[in-house]
């Protein structure tokens, strides 16, 4: 029987009076790789912070480690949380090392440096977190979420505005850190061939579930002009078939 | 210059200064890194209309302004989760509102000037050996205060819901602190005034930040920098006969401009 982490059943998204999401359900498996793909405005952002508990349901429930979302408590010291790049404060004063120490308070120095030192950027310890690339500040959260050691990661676009070279060498250290740290991961992403390199679930959405399955079988060419509206061709990555 | 030490009225505002000086500080750069100086301003004026409802009432002044401030702050806290609004649109629609009454108020409530001077400017050179140690109560609660909820503090400033979904109670954190924050405006009236608090607030934590990328860097400079600001011009405003809480803020604010000045590069 397989083991789920994350039941999404039924789940309703409104803010405002507008329903963002509709009726998405979702299970997702340990030790898997769940890629959420859609248009701008379909909602994926919005799934991703209703799975977090940080949006109230319209309707439906969602279990994280078989709990409910809403009662989660300490079990969130499980979760871990890549958000979209542009969205930290980068005017705040804080050395990668002051970040860390906030996130994780009770993790010592030699672990600190092995996380930085697992995702590349262990030279960017006393660094202040606005002098740091893109990339390199992504890899940093990335060592945080390592500290603390989750069992369930969710990143949001985690790559947007990172060169196609910074984005590729980002989602491997993410694919080795699952292997390596038995982790489940939940991305969002628009970039197809993140989904078919990594993924070995997709969903795809647009504010409603449009497929749900292995991206061999849910994404044909169908699928792809109904998500972005265009003709588009998949290739599976030869090193990369799941 | 070491003779006024032997006078109490100095000794007394002098201890208040350094405390002051330094512990505004300290939560200034929360108030810096945060954006909350516009909040700071709108509790310091709600003063007027706590210091016009205790003239109403008939209820001791300090007790009803920093009850007044509580009830500010709890209505912009729920104002901004109830609408959509931007926060610093809600802040100064609370900033007008208080603003407004306590000047009608206190415009019906003629010949009432004392405690109004009083708040406006303060006056450090009249504390009592009480409001000595009120002073120290409130700085060494406060510095304890922000100890303890500096990494939440640091987590909700650097990604809010990155901090909500590790399990932070990014709501607590907020209130908690808005609450702090409007203790300590609202205590340092009768001490520096409506005028000049949220300047202590801001002025030491913002000539930090031009000195130092690291955050607790900014923290020890701000509290530094407020500290010698409060004792230069305590003396200052000794030496030349002023007002002393103006000359304190003109000593910060040059400490500013020469931050300015001095600032590291990039």
Redesign the interface.
Known sequence: MADIVLDVNSVSVEIGGARLIEDITLQVERGSTVAIIGPNGAGKTTLLRAVLGLVPLASGSITLFGVPITQLGDLRKRVGYVPQRLEYDRYLPLTVKEMLRAYVPQASSASTEAALQEVGVHRMLHHPIGKLSGGQLQRVVIALNLLRKPEILFLDEPATGVDIEGESRFYDIIERLREQHHLTVVLVSHDLSVVTRYASQVLCMNRRLLCFGPPAEALDTEMIRLVYGQDTTLYAHREHQP | MMEILQYPFFQRALIASVLLGFSLPLIGVFVV?RRLSFFSEAIAHSAFTGLALSALLMTPAMPTVIAFAMLVTLAIVFTLHRT?IPTDTVIGVYLALCAGAGILLLGVLQGYQTGLFQFLFGDILALAWDDVWLVVVMCVGSVLAVLAM??AL??V???R???????TSAARVDLLFLVLLAVMVTLSLKLIGIVLVTAMLLLPAAAA?NL???????ALLACVIGGVSSVLGLYASYWFGTASGAVIVVTAAVMFVLSVLFRRG?
């Open positions: 890194t959509e500096w990494n640091l987590r400033s650097v990604h819901e990155m901090a909500m979904a590790m399990g930040r130092t990328h690291s955050f607790r860097g900014m990039g």
